[in-house]
């Protein structure tokens, strides 16, 4: 069974621009999870989503948004991108909603804004 | 914010020997999960194990949970070059992850062929 996978997997853009990062879980997974990972604060949660609405966000501004298809694909989008916002992002996918089960993590997102 | 506390930040050990990995927690949780991440990328997930759970085996690893002192340890026995990674404890808050798992800063762990 194919692992999750995110595209693309490194990024550059500029202060002000915006991004949007994809992210396809495991097949017959319905939950996919995103976190960003930097130095500074580690591990965050942004947000969960399961059958394409969204059940759970993080404590990130709301130039952070998210989606998820019925396919189960999700999409991440950042909107005036800060130098902050440099880290890695990874998504998660899991069978079921909430945290209670084993989340099976994608390669990252590595985005850099300069 | 932080959850959950791993120690020692990093270990560097010899092959073959045991590492031992710590990890302490706030609030109360649901269930305890141990992740292994390879430098900068996904992260492979390792054990999870629940609150009414002590003690959970997955061939070279162990892990034990003592809720009492919010405290979990996981433990490799017979280290090997490739087991050199970050290790991660992940915390499900009770009351159901409306913040996601809660993850730890890390210990990384350096074995020395």
């Known amino acids: 069974k194919a692992g999750v996978t995110q595209t693309p997997r490194y990024l550059i853009k500029t202060r002000g621009q915006q991004v949007t990062l994809s992210c396809s879980p495991i097949s017959g997974h319905r939950s996919v999870s995103w976190y960003q990972q930097t130095p500074g604060q580690g591990l965050q949660f942004l947000f969960e989503?399961?059958?394409?609405?969204?059940?759970n966000k993080g404590n990130f501004p709301g130039r952070f948004s998210g989606r998820q298809f019925s396919n189960s694909r999700s999409e991440m989008n950042v909107s005036t991108l800060e130098l902050g916002d440099s880290a890695l992002y990874l998504c998660?996918?899991?069978?079921?909603?909430?945290?209670?089960?084993?989340?099976?993590f994608g390669p990252g997102t590595r985005l850099t804004v300069t | 914010s932080q959850q959950g506390e791993e120690d020692p930040q990093a270990l560097s050990i010899q092959e073959g020997e045991n590492a031992t990995m710590n990890c302490s927690y706030k609030?109360?949780?649901?269930?305890l999960q141990w992740y292994r991440q390879n430098s900068g990328r996904g992260l492979v997930h390792l054990i999870l194990i629940r609150s009414n759970e002590r003690e959970k085996h997955s061939g070279r690893l162990r892990v034990t949970l003592d809720t009492s002192k919010k405290s979990s340890s996981l433990l490799i026995t017979a280290s090997r070059a490739a087991d050199t990674a970050s290790y991660f404890c992940?915390?499900?808050?009770?009351?159901?992850?409306?913040?996601?798992?809660?993850f730890g800063k890390g210990t990384h762990l350096i074995i020395q062929p």
């Open positions: 989503y399961f059958s394409e609405t969204q059940r």
């Open positions: 609030t109360s949780i649901n269930n």
């Open positions: 998660a996918s899991s069978l079921r909603a909430g945290t209670d089960y084993e989340q099976y």
């Open positions: 992940a915390t499900d808050p009770q009351g159901g992850g409306a913040d996601g798992l809660t």
